[in-house]
């Protein structure tokens, strides 16, 4: 999970390039509401550091229409600045879901969902590159109890602090890996609670086991292949260095880097490498 670069393009313009595009009568509702949507534009740049104290103006029935279409019914306005925001990102991470470090990123986000919040439709501070399965999970979700629920890839501090972790098992001789979150001294109850609710609500723990079995067979594999003489030591230097190698692409808390860092402090998975065949 790494920060994501938010577009430079005026969101004014952008609205009003968008409305202009669109048919007569629609176009024309949305210029009477666009001073409205310009002055929450600024309110929500102004919240940045606590969203959860947004409320939605409350549009309804053709202005709510409209607002969701100004995303939904593609424009070259709109397409403008989604490419923009996808080029805007490091070339590293730019296919990738940052929501969960998985799949490929071939969709958007609506931070503050479109669903309640239609006036930030085409707001790029709102729009995030994601993967398909992250956007189903995430849905309409925003706050539990007034706390937001989804790490905010733009503006909320990623913690370099390993909260993540990984135990090793075997059954039948087949290792496999379970995910578990552990707060770590230096992370405040508020951020990992925070960090909780995205794993849990994005099911990402459950995503991480279930793509592991391909990665541990694949590094198997790769040492077999690579390594000649396969003693503990170097196995273990193989996979810690295959670990800095994605940390230093992705970063500390990437599911691959803390995988691979579970492998090396796995006597079992070792062994199993060193005298695989």
């Known amino acids: 999970m790494r920060k994501l670069v938010p577009s430079a393009l005026e969101p004014t313009q ?15 509702r949305l210029k009477i509401i666009a001073l409205e949507i310009y002055n929450y534009y600024k309110t929500y740049s102004e919240s940045i550091s606590d969203l ?9 029935g053709l202005e709510k229409e409209d607002l969701e279409d100004c995303y939904s019914g593609k424009t070259n306005p709109l ?4 490419a923009d925001i996808r080029e805007l990102q490091d070339l590293s991470i730019r296919n990738q879901c940052q929501y969960c470090g998985i799949a490929s990123a071939n969709t958007f986000d609506h931070y503050l969902p479109i669903s309640i919040f239609p006036e930030f439709a085409v707001f790029s ?11 189903k999970y995430k849905s309409n979700i925003f706050l539990v109890e007034g706390k937001r629920q989804i790490i905010n890839l733009y503006y909320d ?4 602090e390993r909260y993540l972790n990984v135990s090793i098992s075997y059954k039948d001789d087949v290792p496999s890996a379970e995910y578990s979150l552990i707060q770590p001294i230096g992370i405040s ?22 793509r592991s079995p391909e990665v541990l067979s694949e590094t198997q594999s790769s040492i077999k292949t690579h390594i000649k003489a396969k003693s503990n030591k170097r196995v273990i230097q193989f996979l810690l260095e295959e670990a800095q190698r994605l940390r230093d692409r992705f970063s500390n808390n990437h599911w691959k880097v803390v995988l ?17 065949k």
């Not at 009003?16 to 176009?27: F, H, P, T, V, W």
């Not at 501070?125 to 956007?135: A, F, I, R």
């Not at 501090?157 to 370099?160: D, E, K």
């Not at 609710?197 to 279930?210: G, I, Q, W």
């Open 52 to 60: 959860s104290a947004m409320n939605p103006i409350g549009f309804t």
């Open 260 to 276: 691979h860092e579970g492998m090396a402090n796995s006597y079992q998975f070792i062994e199993d490498c060193r005298l695989t």
């Open 157 to 160: 501090n990623l913690l370099s």
């Open 14 to 28: 952008v609205f009003n390039e968008i409305a202009s595009a669109k048919r007569l009568e629609r176009g024309e």
């Open 189 to 210: 109850d508020n951020q990992f609670s925070l960090i909780q609710s995205h794993y849990t609500k994005l099911k990402l723990l459950e995503r991480f086991r279930n």
């Open 79 to 82: 397409n403008k600045l989604l």
């Open 125 to 135: 501070l709102n729009l995030l590159p994601c993967c398909d399965t992250c956007n």
